[in-house]
């Protein structure tokens, strides 16, 4: 199995920045596309910004301006820098992937637990 793990998430004052990390563990799979997500409560679930496993980005066109995905795939994490932060920015974020799962010759989706940031002076 798959799984990946956020971290980095925290309270932080408006203006402030934060780098979210998340590591795809297991054994026998490739990622093409990473993914971060957020939600906010009571709000559906939203893209933020994509990544493939050659660098290859898309931002959700709220956040291009202000957040920053990038991968190191020898550690199999991607990261999130956030900056300038506001209020309106508190919420989960949340990592996605589609691995290949070179044993079975198939897709899995696979969600990380979410990492909470909080944006409050």
């Known amino acids: 199995q798959v799984q990946l793990v956020e971290s980095g998430g925290g309270l932080v004052q408006p203006g402030g920045s934060l780098r979210l990390s998340c590591v795809a563990s297991?054994?026998?799979?490739?990622?093409?596309?990473m993914e971060w997500h957020r939600q906010v409560p009571g709000k559906e679930r939203r893209l933020v910004a994509t990544?493939?496993?050659?660098?290859?980005?898309n931002y959700a066109e709220f956040y291009k301006d202000r957040f920053s995905i990038s991968r190191d795939n020898a550690k199999n994490t991607v990261y999130l820098q956030m900056n300038s932060l506001t209020p309106e920015d508190t919420a989960v974020y949340y990592c996605?992937?589609?691995?290949?799962?070179?044993?079975?010759?198939?897709?899995?989706?696979?969600w990380g637990q979410g990492t909470l940031v909080t944006v409050s002076s």
């Open positions: 297991g054994s026998g799979f490739s990622i093409n596309v």
């Open positions: 990544i493939t496993s050659t660098g290859e980005t």
């Open positions: 996605s992937a589609r691995p290949y799962i070179f044993a079975d010759s198939r897709y899995l989706e696979v």
